[in-house]
């Protein structure tokens, strides 16, 4: 069965929200090869509408040296979304309707992993329904306070639990945490 990976973008404080604003300092040749190699483990990208429409418009006029730009474009892109209709970046299909079962259904299908980056109601909805199986978090070493930025990544009550898999420290001070969910024991 295929996994389904989130890739999230975190400050020391917590805040995930416009990691553009506060993250680019960190970004090096190790982080982007360390990102490209997450890209290309995948053979899917998964993501809510936000995040889509955000990434149609940027990524399908990028172009850069080491391939991310054009894994990007040339993967299979599944949107999850009650009120988009259709979807015009490359390889992009929409999900709707039943979000929870159409995620089960490619997690079925043969292949590689599914990526999703950011965190959002998607995410948090497959952590309730168990669907999600890795969170890759980049820790970056900024404290970014309020300004108006303020989205923690997780806050919806559910209780997930989750196994630190690994720790990869970069030079520029990001520390790349993999966590994988933990079955829930009753009792």
Do not use: C
């Not at 290309?40 to 391939?67: H, I, N, Q």
């Not at 990007?72 to 999900?95: F, G, H, I, Q, R």
């Not at 989205?151 to 990001?174: H, K, Q, V, W």
Request: no cysteine; charged share 20%.
């Amino acid at each position: 069965m295929r996994k389904v990976i989130a890739s999230v973008i975190m400050s020391l404080d917590g805040v995930i929200e416009r990691p553009e604003e506060w993250s680019m300092d960190y970004w090096s040749d190790e982080a982007e090869s360390h990102a490209l190699a997450t890209l290309k483990a995948a053979d899917a990208l998964l993501m809510g509408r936000v995040t889509y429409e955000g990434f149609a418009e940027a990524w399908p006029t990028m172009e850069d040296e080491g391939g991310y730009a054009a894994r990007m474009n040339s993967l299979p892109k599944y949107v999850v979304s009650s009120t988009l209709e259709k979807a015009d970046w490359n390889n992009s299909t929409v999900l709707g309707g039943d979000a929870v079962g159409e995620v089960r259904k490619l997690k079925e299908q043969p292949g590689g992993d599914i990526l999703i980056y950011g965190w959002g109601r998607l995410t948090a909805t497959l952590v309730e329904h168990g669907l999600l199986d890795e969170v890759q978090i980049w820790l970056h070493p900024v404290l970014v306070g309020s300004g108006g930025v303020g989205e923690l990544l997780y806050n919806d009550g559910t209780t997930a639990p989750l196994r630190l898999a690994g720790a990869m420290p970069l030079e520029s001070g990001i520390v790349i945490l993999t966590y994988r969910t933990v079955e829930k024991t009753s009792g």
